[in-house]
Structures are given as C-alpha cells and as structure tokens.
C-alpha cells in the first residue's frame, strides 16, 4: 500500500492546486491533519473488496436529462452583474492573467 | 393561545378559522426573537419588514382565496439556500455581503404559497460542520443546554424551532445536516430522497449528496412542508420526474405488521450508553405498537465515514473553486479554515495519481454499500437506528480533532451515499439532552418514514417536550 504520510511539500502542491494561500503554521497543521484523515479513509476502504464492482456515481438511477433548445429570457446585464466587485462596459472586470 | 408555540397544523387551523392573523403570527415570532435569539443565536440575518409585508399578503390571500397550509405561517430558512435580494451567506466570510439575484426553488415554492419569511439561519460554513461551531458569522447554542452544540450543520435552522423562533425550517442535509441537529435539539428532520427536491439555488456542497428537507415541530409538519417542496423543477435537472404523493396520506395508520430492520452495526463501537438505551427503549415502543423488529446487516457502515470523507471533499474542491473573488464574493483567503481542509483533502484526492486510490476507490466502495442497503430493503420497510452515536456536547470539545468529528456522522452519512430518504424524530433524553431515532427507508418511501415516525411520536409525545429559556 502506497504511504500515506503526506510530506510538506506534497501539501504545498495542493494548497497550490486548490488556488489557496495558507501560512506557514497553516500548512504545518493541515500536513498533520490531512494525512491523519487520508490514513484513516485508505485503511478502512482497503478492507472492502472491490475487485469486480464497478464505481458508481448515478444513486436514484436517472438517465441523460435532454430537453429541447429552446431560448427563453434570463438575467439581464445589470442583474446578472450586481454582486461583482468589478466592472467595466457591462463586464467582470478581472486582473490580467497572462504577465 | 401561544402563538410561537403553535405547530405548523394548528397555525393553519387558527389561521383558517380566523381566531388568528399571520400579522399577530409573526409579529409574535418577531418579539420572541428579539427577547430569546441573543441567548441563542439562531439567526444570522432577521427579515422583519419582508415577513410583516408577506404575512399583510397572506392575510389578504386567506381572505379572497382558497389558501395552502402554509400561507401566512413563519418559517426560517437555513443561510445556504437563496433567497432573492436577501442576504445569503452561506454562513462564509467570503459570501458575507452577497445578494442573490434569484432564488432557490425550495425557497421560491413557499413564497409561492406567500410563506413568511422571518429570517436566515446560522450553519456551518458552506454547511460543512456538525456543530455550527465553523460558522464564521456567528455562534447558536443548543436551546437545551446553551454551553452545547446545536448540531450542525443545520444548527441554527433547528434551534430556531426547538426554541420556538420559527414554526417550521428548512434546512439541507449532505451528511447528516438536517437529521443530526434536528436529533440535538428535540424537533423533526426529514433528508428527501436524492432528487426529490431541487437544489437549484442551494449553494452548492457536494452536488451528488446535498438534498434540501424540512425541520419542523412534528412528523404532520414535516410531511405537509415536503408536499410543498417536493417535485421536479425544470432548473434542476437530477431532481425526479417522480409521482408525488400527498405525504400526510402515509400519516395515522397503524404500523402493525411492517418490517423494521434494525443493523446491528449501528449499535456498536463508539456509541454513547445513554444513547444506546434511549433507542432501545424507542425500539422496544415500535415493537410494543406491533412492527417486528428484524435483526440485519450492513457490514459496510463503518466504511461510509471513509467513503463520504472522500466523494464529499472531492465534490467541495470543484464547487468551491467558483469562489475566485471575480464574479460574486471575497478573495480565498476568506474560506474558514475547515473549508479550506476539504478543498485541500477533494484536490488531494483527485489529483494526478491519487484519483484511483482514493475517489474511485470510495466510488466502488459506494456501490459496495449500496448493494447492502438494496438487499437488506428487499427485507425490510425501514432500517431504525440512532441518529447520532452521542448527545450534544461542548463546545470546543471536537474542533482540535477533526477526524473525531467526522467519526460521529457514522450513522448518517449512508443515507446521503445511497440517496435514500432518512428522518430523525425525538426518541427520548438521556442527562437532560434529546436523543433522535433515525428512520431509513428505500428511494421515494418516504411515506413509509413518516409513518413509523407518526406512530411513534403519537405514542410517546417526546417532541411536545420544550427547552426552559
């Protein structure tokens, strides 16, 4: 079975992939926390045999929902713009991405 | 007559018959909020003007038409479930200022109906908790003993009626949220089946296990607010084009003769003596009222913790990444710091190399125990346990060890796992503190749910039990 001791840095790829910034003490804690919290899930699922079951995802069994395409009016501009912290001309405006 | 202290039936009775308007409702739930909800902190935001303007127009819609039960009735509704041009903040920092500019569904069908609307009630952050301790905007107690947890997540929403601040609440339930609280504070809550009520509106948790339901002041309530609630919406497309009972029908029969299957896995390790005697007491009520009780089990159940700790934070990574600071909310670093635990546990175990071992692993093992619970149905009409494995407890007494915390949502979380509905109804108190009988039954049996826990509430009367404030 694979470790399940998280290093420091493994935590700060993850704090990086989850767009969060933590602190040092921060990630001190969540190292000890997480890991004890992956351990606990890894060892208990290990004990149930999965070998031929299939994941599932859909519980009440619904299949593809389709309707058809049709147009019909939603928010307008302003509405749909009134809780951004931004804007400009009718749009979000955000910080440049590319440097 | 008391008003706060009516239940859902009796205001409407009072309502219909004139003795009362929904103006005196509410504004005696106002006055008793603003005498009790300072002790309590049940609200996190009050909406006194919207609920005297709704209950003039209930008032006049009673008058001139033919009304539903729940015009003019006050209710709260938890903080996660918007409400159009009401606050809504998911009990976060970092949707402290945020406006919905529409509203959920569930909330949008009671206004329908003109429900009042008294206010919006105290949560966990993003409903992730089971104290309401990681709320970041306020603190609720447990109307029972105010230096304990209300429960959680729906806290607030289940103090709020315990302690008569609202006739009824709606709450949501991902893993427990609704069922647990409603078991820590002595009143009804009822977790729908996956599907049966949109969630289109509710800030999104864990979109394959949240599931919106009422929390109310009896089993009647409960049902006569899901008759309400219930059904598909076309904004919502995994809620169910399913037939709709009228739920009050299920109510008053006799359960003599049904099958209650009782796992032997819900009565082991971890479970509060206190607790366990509680519900064998309301077991041995159920066997007294004439159901048999089934020996059966689910070998999986210690496993469910594991399974949901890690489907759940996978599902709060993605949802949660909408929170980028630019369209609606504040910056990242707003997120408390349970939020951020889970989205670092879901973006663990989804990321490169880890997703077999751990998500799709918890993925089969999902399936693993919702096989268990499909034939142990074939057997049974319901599966009768505890709600939660202890009573209320202190403050601070779980926050330093999260996984503590997490291990006491055992006995819920596999509801939320299969999709299948599951109620907790007052059981009795042990030390002074409510204990909860949690009800399982199969997909769309919530008839079967409300029935067992009708005729159990009629025969014992342990929600009519009120906190002294």
């Known amino acids: ?99 | 007559m008391e008003l706060t202290k009516l239940t859902l039936r009796e205001a409407d009775e009072a309502l219909k018959e004139r003795k009362i308007s929904s103006k005196e409702l509410t504004e005696a739930h106002l006055l008793r909020i603003a005498e009790k909800d300072k002790q309590l902190g049940a609200y996190l935001t009050l909406t006194a003007e919207l609920a005297l303007e709704q209950a003039e127009k209930a008032d006049q819609r009673r008058k001139n038409e033919e009304v539903c039960w729940l015009t003019g009735v006050p209710a709260a509704i938890k903080d996660i479930i918007s409400t159009k041009n009401v606050r809504t903040t998911a009990g976060s920092k970092i949707l402290e200022d945020y406006t919905p500019v529409y509203s959920a569904t569930a909330y949008q069908r009671l206004e329908d109906v003109t429900t009042v609307l008294l206010g919006k009630t105290n949560l966990d952050e993003f409903a992730m908790g089971a104290s309401t301790e990681n709320s970041a905007l306020g603190k609720t107690v447990n109307p029972w003993d105010l230096e304990r947890v209300p429960g959680g997540s729906s806290g607030g929403s289940a103090a709020a009626v315990a302690a008569d601040l609202a006739t009824f609440a709606l709450g949501t339930d991902t893993g427990g949220s609704i069922r647990q609280p409603a078991s820590f504070c002595n009143v009804v809550g009822l977790k729908p089946t996956y599907g049966r009520v949109s969630r289109y509106g509710v800030i999104a948790m864990a979109s394959s296990l949240d599931q919106v339901g009422p929390i109310a002041k009896t089993v009647e309530d409960a049902a006569l607010v899901l008759n309400i609630i219930a059904g598909h919406d076309k904004y919502d497309s995994t809620s169910a084009k399913k037939e709709l009972p009228d739920f009050t029908k299920f109510l008053g029969g006799k359960v003599k003769g049904m099958k209650i299957g009782v796992p032997k896995e819900f009565f082991g390790k971890g479970l509060q003596a206190e607790v366990k005697t509680t519900v064998e007491g309301a077991l041995a009520k159920l066997e007294e009222l004439g159901a048999s009780l089934i020996d059966v089990s689910l070998p999986t159940t210690k496993e469910a913790v594991a399974v949901y700790y890690l489907i759940m934070p996978s599902e709060v990574s993605a949802n949660l990444a909408r929170y980028d600071g630019i369209r609606f909310g504040k910056t990242r670093e707003n997120f408390g710091a349970e939020v951020k635990r889970r989205i670092m546990l879901g973006t663990y175990a989804l990321s490169a190399g880890y997703y077999d071992a751990y998500y799709l692993k918890a993925a089969k093992v999902r399936r693993v125990l919702f096989n268990e619970l499909q034939e142990v149905f074939k057997r049974v009409d319901v599966i009768a346990g505890p709600t939660s494995p202890v009573l209320p407890f202190k403050f601070g007494e779980k926050t330093a060890d999260p996984l503590s915390m997490y291990l006491a949502d055992i006995y819920t979380v596999t509801a939320n796992l299969a999709g299948i509905p599951a109620i907790s109804v007052p059981a009795g108190f042990a030390k002074g503190l409510p204990v909860g009988l949690q009800l399982q039954a199969n997909h769309w049996e919530e008839g079967k749910l409300l029935k067992v826990a009708h005729a159990f509430e009629q025969a014992t009367g342990f929600s009519k039990e009120k906190p002294k404030l």
Do not use: C, W
């Open chain 1, 1 to 99: 079975m694979m470790s399940t001791k998280l290093t420091k840095q493994e935590v700060e790829k993850v704090v990086q992939l989850a767009n969060l910034e933590l602190t040092e003490a921060e990630i001190e804690k969540f190292t000890s926390q997480l890991s004890e919290v992956i351990n606990y899930n890894v060892t208990e699922l290990a004990q149930v045999n999965t070998e031929k079951i299939a994941p599932i995802t859909n519980i009440t069994g619904l299949k593809n929902v389709l309707r058809t395409d049709e147009a019909a009016p939603g928010l307008t501009q302003d509405e749909a713009l009134a809780n951004a912290k931004q804007t400009h001309n009718g749009f979000f405006k955000v910080k440049g991405i590319l440097g």
